[in-house]
């Protein structure tokens, strides 16, 4: 009679250069629509390879980003980098209840996580019926180190806001663009999608069809390349070039001059090695996450 409206819910993104955060909604049709969505800089070295070297000074950044976005939500979502959790599918006998579900994903986790269990976050999702194994189901669990965690939800805390998702960042991505490619022509099936997310000193690439991952890397180039030709071209410091990048206010053959020989050879990179790893049809839709300044700027640059 009444439908309940899911919890609203914040999205936490802390990377090595910002901390973003987003908050969808609904319009009257159902579809998702953005709300409120802020960015807040990073100094170099708050965050290395994923650990958070400044607690005190991220967290404050994080304090300043709800401030600025104006959301009320408390409760938020975040995600970890690939690099600190251990992902691994595996084959359980179906039937099993949840308890016995939960005691047989620890035992078979001893065997893939080279931690002792009480020094990591284990969590699990059943996939669906085995396509290996008549009977069985598909599990895939994942483990972090336990103070990964909880430097992240300790983040999200000092800012007044409540951690209930704590997901990785690569599936976060792709169940995202799932919802982007059902709305291609058929719903997207058996269309080839790749998906390019670069960040400041990363580029991910993954290529999906049909909700299996065909190809998945990361490549140390990103954002922070763009910035140092930035200063090599037009002769700006760093901050300036950085600032001038996210906000587009750069010379009128910027695009021409730098950014496009950018991202062309950032892509003729990334196709190379994903051609020659997983040579399989050619990819036919794309989907680029990047800095917010260059965003616009990037869109139609790798398929003409």
Request: net charge neutral; glycine share 6%; charged share 25%.
């Amino acid at each position: 009679m009444f439908s309940r409206q899911p919890a609203p819910l914040l999205g936490l993104d802390i990377s090595s250069s910002s901390v973003k955060l987003v908050e969808l909604g609904r319009d009257k049709s159902g579809n998702l629509v953005l709300e409120r969505c802020a960015i807040e800089p990073l100094e170099r070295g708050w965050i290395t390879d994923g650990n958070v070297e400044k607690f005190d000074e991220v967290a404050e950044a994080v304090r300043r980003l709800v401030k600025k976005s104006g959301a009320k939500t408390k409760n938020v979502a975040m995600a970890l980098p690939p690099s600190a959790v251990i992902t691994k599918r595996i084959v359980l006998p179906g039937g099993l209840t949840d308890q016995e579900l939960e005691a047989q994903v620890e035992a078979e986790a001893n065997q893939y996580i080279p931690f002792p269990l009480d020094e990591v976050s284990l969590d699990f999702c059943v996939i669906g019926p085995s396509s290996s194994s008549i009977g069985d189901l598909d599990v895939l669990i994942a483990a972090s180190r336990r103070e990964k965690v909880q430097d992240i939800q300790g983040l999200a805390e000092a800012a007044g806001l409540k951690p209930v998702v704590v997901d990785v960042e690569s599936y976060a991505s792709r169940l995202a663009t799932s919802r982007l490619i059902e709305s291609l022509p058929n719903k997207g099936v058996g269309t080839i999608v790749a998906l390019f997310e670069v960040g400041a000193l990363t580029t991910s690439m993954q290529v999906i069809r049909d909700d299996e991952v065909l190809y998945d890397r990361d490549q140390a180039f990103g954002g922070a390349q763009l910035t140092q030709l930035i200063v090599r071209q037009y002769g700006f410091s760093p901050e300036e070039a950085e600032s001038k990048k996210r906000s587009g206010e750069l010379p009128d053959d910027y695009e021409s001059s730098v950014l496009r020989p950018f991202v062309e050879s950032w892509f003729r990179r990334s196709a190379v090695r994903c051609s020659s790893s997983s040579p399989a049809r050619p990819i036919t839709r794309s989907i680029t996450s990047c800095w917010r300044g260059a965003l616009r700027r990037c869109r139609g640059l790798l398929w003409r």
